[in-house]
């Protein structure tokens, strides 16, 4: 579904990214961990092209959309992104953040938004805030509404870039719950996070990143019960 | 007390002088409402391009050229740039009240500028991401969610400017025409009173930026809207 080709990122003279590699199949849960600086928001920031890479392909559903032929503009209307502070259209009443996008982009009429909007807020058990403005809402009820607004454009990927790190701790859960939903559903996911848990529960594949590179891949079982790399073991040892 | 009163009378009532001033104030108010509009859109518009990058995040040559423009009108008086445009550029103009507009809309156009400027960029950079990985252009994100939120910072500071340029274009009687103050400079020397007439437009420029703040005020009330918790 989603090809990583040798996937190089600079800022300036920092490289953070350093020839990347990987393969992403429909349906997988790809959980991505790694120190900070490694390089793993980097990378998933790289996958919907809100960076530019210095060089090397990223192809979706059989596009390469790092040819700069491609309408990126497009190609995001199908995936899906949760960032770590929510980033809720400050302006706009909750029902609104969820709608202003299929709409604007003609994906559905005004009606057909807001049913399914109201539709998905009750998924996540927040209908009663359609009228509200995003400062009224806690951290846990933005990130809900934030993974909803996403969810409203029927993306085939949804990626998540350290979805609960802002969050305070009581309000973790409910937003994990709502991914693990999502997860269940049969969505495919790329999760940056520092969630072990998480990692171990849901994530079909789990990714060691560290110096701008994937260090360590295995299922969660072997991943967090035999790790290979020493920099992992350490790694472990430290967040376990 | 029967001198002030005396004073007042002779200044604005007598001779029907107050219709010296209101057609004065009627300049005042021309020139100020016009140059806030051309400053408007000038200053919308080089903010914009100021702000422009190519793909590779370095300047335009749209982006230079109105760095050169703000740069320029901020670091020149405007009185000296009235001249210029009455005498040089616009020599040739018969409509005094089109060239202080220009020239005062011109001058407003950039601090304008900087200040929508700085109110696009004081929108937290997660806003345009957000908007973009919905599939959003840059256009629409501009246009749907970054000038509504940018709007309410730009607010006070563009009050500010249109209440500075108000009392700014008192100058307009350099190059003879007749506004307020010149009026009233006119009539402290046909008077031989150098304080009634002056203190009464300083009252009548404090009213009308009074004015403006109020509805300001209002209107930023109203945008506040959204920040209700």
């Known amino acids: 579904m989603i090809i990583v080709k040798d996937l190089h990122k600079s800022f300036e003279d920092n490289q953070v990214l350093k020839g990347v590699n990987y393969h992403i199949h429909p349906g997988e849960k790809i959980v991505v961990v790694g120190p900070s600086g490694s390089g793993k928001s980097t990378f ?101 509404i934030a993974i909803v607004r996403s969810l409203a454009m029927n993306p085939r990927v949804m990626l998540f870039d350290e979805p609960t790190s802002a969050l305070d701790p009581e309000m973790v859960g409910e937003v994990l719950e709502v991914m693990k939903e999502l997860a269940e559903s049969g969505m495919t996911m790329v999760v940056v996070t520092h969630e072990m848990g998480f990692a171990r529960e849901v994530g079909t594949k789990v990714l060691f990143m560290d110096g701008g590179n994937i260090v360590e891949e295995n299922t969660p079982q072997e991943f967090f019960s035999n790790p290979q790399s020493p920099r992992l073991q350490e790694f472990l040892s430290k967040v376990l | 007390m029967q001198t002030i009163w005396q004073h007042i009378y002779a200044a604005f009532i007598e001779a029907d002088r107050w219709k010296l001033y209101l057609k004065g104030l009627g300049v005042t108010l021309e020139v100020s409402f016009f ?20 793909k590779n995040g370095s300047k335009t040559v749209a982006s230079r050229i ?15 740039q009235l001249l210029i445009m009455w005498s040089g550029i616009l020599a040739t103009c018969k409509n005094s009240v089109l060239i202080a507009s220009l020239t005062f809309g011109i001058n407003s156009g950039a601090y304008v500028a900087e200040i929508v400027r700085a109110g696009i960029l004081a929108v937290d950079k997660g806003q345009m991401e957000a908007g973009r990985s919905l599939g959003l252009n840059k256009f629409q994100t501009m246009r749907y969610i970054i000038i509504p939120q940018a709007f309410k910072s ?63 005020a209002k209107l930023e009330r109203r945008l506040r809207k959204s920040d209700n918790r």
């Open chain 2, 35 to 54: 140059a806030a509009l051309l400053g408007i859109l000038i200053g919308t518009i080089a903010a914009f391009l100021k702000l422009s990058t190519k």
């Open chain 2, 66 to 80: 109105a760095s050169a423009y703000i740069d320029i009108i901020r670091g020149t008086p405007t009185t000296v």
């Open chain 1, 44 to 144: 998933l920031r790289c996958l919907n092209l809100l960076e530019r890479p210095t060089s090397g392909e990223i192809w979706f559903d059989g596009q390469n959309i790092t040819d700069p032929r491609i309408d990126i503009n497009k190609v995001r209307q199908h995936m899906g992104m949760v960032f770590q502070h929510f980033n809720l259209f400050n302006n706009l009443t909750i029902m609104n953040n969820i709608t202003l996008a299929p709409v604007k982009l003609k994906l559905m009429s005004e009606e057909e938004a807001k049913e399914n909007a109201l539709k998905l807020l009750k998924r996540v058990g927040l209908e009663e805030k359609a009228d509200a403005y995003p400062a009224s809402l806690s951290g846990g009820q933005k990130q809900r």
């Open chain 2, 154 to 216: 730009i607010l006070p500071p563009l009050g500010n400017e249109f209440i500075v340029l108000i009392k700014e274009t008192s100058i307009v009687g350099y190059v003879g025409m007749s506004d307020l103050t010149r009026v009233a400079n006119q009539m402290t020397s046909k008077l031989f009173d150098v304080f009634t007439p002056l203190l009464g437009i300083a009252f009548i420029y404090f009213v009308l930026t009074k004015v403006l703040s109020i509805l300001l």
